[in-house]
């Protein structure tokens, strides 16, 4: 399922070997798509918008071989996708992270997405099951804020290389539907022209459901 990547062939060898001693590798980038389509698709099929640009969101960083890059003890590995461990709010204000696996059929998608979304709101605490995938997107949302930019928390002494993508509020213009989305990544696996790439793709995706 994974592909080692021989650091020796790699031709990102020295920026592997550069960023990958940083002590904060990741660099983030905030760009704006349009979800016109994507709501009216969700209103017209009854489903869930946030299912569904999630789906096309994950889509995309499957088209984008560099985001599916993993460090596991200082060897690079490929995944053919990533599946997504979202903050899932729960009533009580609290939230809690989940595991929603990727998968190339909408409905199949969304029918696992909509599962585990009701599991993480009826339990409490922040890790309710095991996390045993290295090939995660770690997925967050701003319900009730139109963002122009975010950073993380971090914590250094753990070894991380998900990338990390946020989406907000959306806003209505005359044109389109604007939505703001936040994208980190790990610089020593992946480069501007990655995350470009990604958005490029992610909207393609929204375009065509």
């Known amino acids: 399922m994974k592909q080692q990547i021989n ?3 790699w031709n990102r060898k020295a920026h592997f070997h550069f960023f990958k001693t940083f002590e904060e590798p990741f660099f983030g980038v ?3 798509v349009d979800i016109q389509n994507a709501l009216l698709f969700a ?3 009854n489903q869930s ?3 569904t640009y999630l789906y096309c969101c994950l889509k995309a960083v499957s088209e984008v071989p560099a985001l599916n890059l993993r460090i596991e003890d200082s060897e ?3 995944y053919p996708y990533s599946h997504a461990s979202a903050t899932i709010l729960r009533p009580d204000g609290t939230f809690g992270f ?3 696996p990727f998968n190339s059929d909408f409905l199949t998608f969304t029918a696992a997405a909509k599962q585990e979304i009701v599991r993480v709101q009826n339990t409490s605490g922040l890790f ?3 996390f045993d995938e ?4 770690h997925i967050s949302t701003f319900l009730n804020l139109h963002f122009t930019a975010l950073s993380h928390a971090r914590k250094f002494s753990i070894s991380d290389s998900c990338p990390k993508i946020t989406f907000c509020k959306f806003e209505k213009t005359d044109n389109k539907i604007a939505m703001p989305i936040a994208v980190h990544v790990h610089h020593a696996l992946a480069d501007g022209r990655d995350v470009e790439h990604f958005f490029v793709a992610f909207q393609k995706n929204l375009n065509e459901l």
């Open 43 to 45: 209103k017209e099929q």
């Open 128 to 130: 309710t099951r095991t």
């Open 30 to 32: 905030t760009a704006v």
């Open 134 to 137: 290295a090939n995660l997107t």
């Open 49 to 51: 918008l946030f299912c």
């Open 7 to 9: 650091l020796e062939n």
């Open 76 to 78: 690079v590995y490929r």
């Open 98 to 100: 989940s595991y929603i």
